[in-house]
């Protein structure tokens, strides 16, 4: 099992639906996630982090089931504005990346 | 803050090439990491640095060579350029004590 997955998609959604994609990981000792959007030909940039059960950001709600070991990203009310790739990272000492969730939005 | 720096943005080598490519950062990071990026393979990580004078070596550091003298400053080198080297470089800082990495903006290398 790889360190990391993610569906790499596409998930083509419309214009203010809920979108909701999982990542996976393969240690169970992690104690900390993160999620970072990359938009096309533009660097990584962090958008949220999971240190407990769960985090949320305004449209953003970023879940961890432990048991099951996969982290969720869900978006509410989805905006053109959030088509961009989708990066799972899972410290394991260093930091490993997942391979990303392409989403796009349609009007 | 600057954040993380990259030069140059934008580079092609013919093989068997060398170049630096440079990075920086300006936040006082322990931390500093060299990725690339290929279509859907994701980021790999290609060497890494704890600190000034400590580096290691990542996923994939075959044809690259990296130096850490001070804490702002992470160099990658290509010995001799190949074609399998065509990628998005990108350099990444962050503190040991959060995971939280920031990204530079990225060197897109082309070999010939």
């Known amino acids: 099992r790889k360190e990391v997955e993610q569906d790499p998609g596409p998930f083509n959604v419309p214009e203010g639906a809920t979108v909701a994609f999982n990542c996976t990981y393969s240690?169970?000792?992690?104690?900390?996630f993160f999620w970072y959007r990359q938009d096309c030909r533009k660097e990584p940039k962090l958008l949220m982090s999971?240190?407990?059960s769960g985090n949320e950001d305004g449209r953003f709600t970023a879940q961890l089931n432990r048991a099951s070991q996969y982290i969720s990203l869900l978006i509410r009310d989805s905006k053109l504005s959030d088509s961009a790739t989708y990066l799972c990272?899972?410290?394991?000492?260093?930091?490993?990346f997942g391979t990303g969730t392409r989403l796009t939005i349609i009007p | 803050n600057a954040g993380v720096t990259q030069t140059p943005k934008f580079q092609v080598l013919k093989t068997g090439q060398s170049m630096t490519l440079q990075c920086a950062q300006d936040?006082?990071?322990?931390?500093m990491s060299w990725y690339r990026q290929d279509p859907g393979m994701g980021l790999r990580l290609i060497h890494y640095?704890?600190?000034?004078?400590?580096?290691d070596q990542g996923e994939v550091p075959n044809g690259y060579n990296v130096s850490r003298s001070t804490t702002e400053d992470f160099p990658l080198r290509l010995l001799s350029a190949a074609p399998s080297q065509t990628s998005v470089y990108f350099c990444?800082?962050?503190?040991?004590?959060?995971?939280?990495?920031?990204f530079g903006p990225g060197t897109r290398l082309t070999v010939t």
């Open positions: 999971v240190y407990s």
């Open positions: 640095s704890v600190g000034a004078g400590i580096t």
């Open positions: 990272v899972v410290p394991e000492g260093k930091l490993t």
């Open positions: 240690n169970s000792a992690s104690q900390s």
């Open positions: 990444a800082s962050r503190s040991t004590v959060l995971y939280e990495q920031y």
């Open positions: 936040m006082n990071h322990e931390y």
